[in-house]
């Protein structure tokens, strides 16, 4: 082990023992999010160090005069680092700042610019990631899912899947791809399901997944992240293609994690 490696465990160490979530706190946020109900003992214990390690690497600043409880940065950073919780927070180098906002925000911008970046709407957001730059959310948004969640909608999820995306230098769908991973079989699977999207919604038929993404390829593989999250059945049965590949990515499988928490439950 070289020296940097050695002093990064120490630090890693030190955070985790001196400035753990309290766990009082971590339950009020576990029991609130549905999205987290079907994590097993160990996997949310490792959520929890990585929640903790992500707090520190990360600024969570309150916009437009909203004050930021220790709660909602909780909520918030258990929420974004279920996705990196087989990947590690290596993921989301290269920025550091989270800005929350009271509710949807304006914005005069378009969806995707040379300068990466991204929205989940053109003119009111709940929430937009930038390129080498922050995540900004919609508090309102977030706090509304706690209460009401819907099956393929996380704003959370959605914003930093695109982070993740971004990792190859922009957002195009195309998120850095393990080394066993074949690009053509991601290729085939995420835009030929894309292009399906794009019929559908070109002909007004309905849609199993979510119209807004067949906006363009990045905002198919936020919504799809969004979908293997919140609703893995959904999307396990009408994308199996893009089902697989995404637990390839994410080496997660939500709708065998869930399957395995109902069987549980019912004993």
Same mark, same amino acid.
């Given at each position: 082990?070289?020296?940097?490696?050695?002093?990064?465990?120490?630090?890693?160490?030190?955070?985790?023992?001196?400035?753990?979530?309290?766990?009082?706190?971590?339950?009020?946020?576990?029991?609130?999010?549905?999205?987290?109900?079907?994590?097993?003992?160990?996997?949310?214990?490792?959520?929890?160090?990585?929640?903790?390690?992500?707090?520190?690497?990360?600024?969570?600043?309150?916009?437009?005069?909203?004050?930021?409880?220790?709660?909602?940065?909780?909520?918030?950073?258990?929420?974004?680092?279920?996705?990196?919780?087989?990947?590690?927070?290596?993921?989301?180098?290269?920025?550091?700042?989270?800005?929350?906002?009271?509710?949807?925000?304006?914005?005069?911008?378009?969806?995707?610019?040379?300068?990466?970046?991204?929205?989940?709407?053109?003119?009111?957001?709940?929430?937009?990631?930038?390129?080498?730059?922050?995540?900004?959310?919609?508090?309102?948004? $977030?706090?509304?899912?706690?209460? %009401?969640?819907?099956?393929? *909608?996380?704003? +959370? !999820?959605? &914003?930093?899947?695109?982070?993740?995306?971004?990792?190859?230098?922009?957002?195009?769908?195309?998120?850095?791809?393990?080394?066993?991973?074949?690009?053509?079989?991601?290729?085939?699977?995420?835009?030929?399901?894309?292009?399906?999207?794009?019929?559908?919604?070109?002909?007004?038929?309905?849609?199993? $997944?979510?119209?807004?993404?067949? %906006?363009?390829?990045?905002? *198919?593989?936020? +919504? !799809?992240? &969004?979908?293997?999250?919140?609703?893995?059945?959904?999307?396990?049965?009408?994308?199996?293609?893009?089902?697989?590949?995404?637990?390839?990515?994410?080496?997660?499988?939500?709708?065998?994690?869930?399957?395995?928490?109902?069987?549980?439950?019912?004993?």
């Amino acid at each position: 082990m070289n020296i940097i490696n050695w002093v990064n465990r120490l630090r890693v160490r030190h955070t985790l023992t001196q400035y753990p979530i309290p766990y009082e706190l971590w339950e009020t946020v576990i029991n609130r999010a549905s999205l987290l109900h079907d994590l097993s003992a160990t996997e949310e214990a490792g959520l929890r160090e990585l929640a903790t390690l992500f707090l520190h690497q990360k600024t969570i600043t309150g916009a437009q005069g909203l004050l930021v409880s220790d709660e909602m940065k909780v909520i918030i950073a258990a929420q974004a680092v279920l996705l990196v919780l087989e990947l590690g927070l290596d993921y989301y180098n290269g920025w550091v700042e989270i800005i929350l906002y009271p509710s949807a925000f304006r914005v005069n911008h378009g969806d995707v610019d040379q300068n990466g970046l991204v929205s989940s709407d053109s003119h009111n957001l709940s929430g937009e990631s930038w390129l080498r730059g922050p995540v900004i959310l919609s508090w309102e948004d $977030i706090e509304y899912e706690l209460h %009401t969640p819907h099956s393929g *909608y996380n704003v +959370v !999820v959605h &914003e930093f899947a695109h982070k993740l995306d971004m990792l190859n230098g922009r957002a195009n769908g195309m998120p850095p791809l393990h080394p066993r991973m074949e690009i053509d079989q991601w290729t085939r699977a995420l835009s030929g399901a894309f292009e399906i999207l794009q019929q559908q919604v070109a002909h007004q038929h309905p849609t199993r $997944i979510n119209a807004y993404a067949a %906006t363009t390829p990045a905002e *198919y593989f936020a +919504v !799809v992240s &969004e979908y293997f999250f919140t609703a893995p059945d959904v999307l396990g049965k009408h994308c199996p293609d893009v089902y697989l590949q995404l637990t390839q990515f994410y080496r997660q499988n939500p709708a065998s994690r869930r399957e395995h928490k109902m069987t549980e439950n019912a004993r």
